[in-house]
């Protein structure tokens, strides 16, 4: 998703949410935006766990 934006890209983004936001806000939404990154990545790692625990190892005898 973030692949393609490059630096003057993250650059920008960081310029607009400054003037959007306001230089005392910017910490507060950076730390919640990081918080819930991590969430959902741990979420995300938790169903990938589910799964592979769930899904039976395969053996190769069906022939």
């Not at 650059?11 to 990154?37: D, H, N, Q, V």
């Amino acid at each position: 998703m973030f692949q393609n934006i490059g630096i003057p890209g993250l650059i920008l983004i960081l310029i607009l949410a400054l003037i959007i936001f306001g230089p005392s806000k910017l910490p507060e939404i950076g730390r919640a935006f990081g918080t819930t990154l991590k969430e959902f990545k741990k979420a995300a790692q938790e169903l990938t766990d589910d799964d592979q625990k769930k899904s039976p190892p395969s053996s190769g005898a069906g022939a």
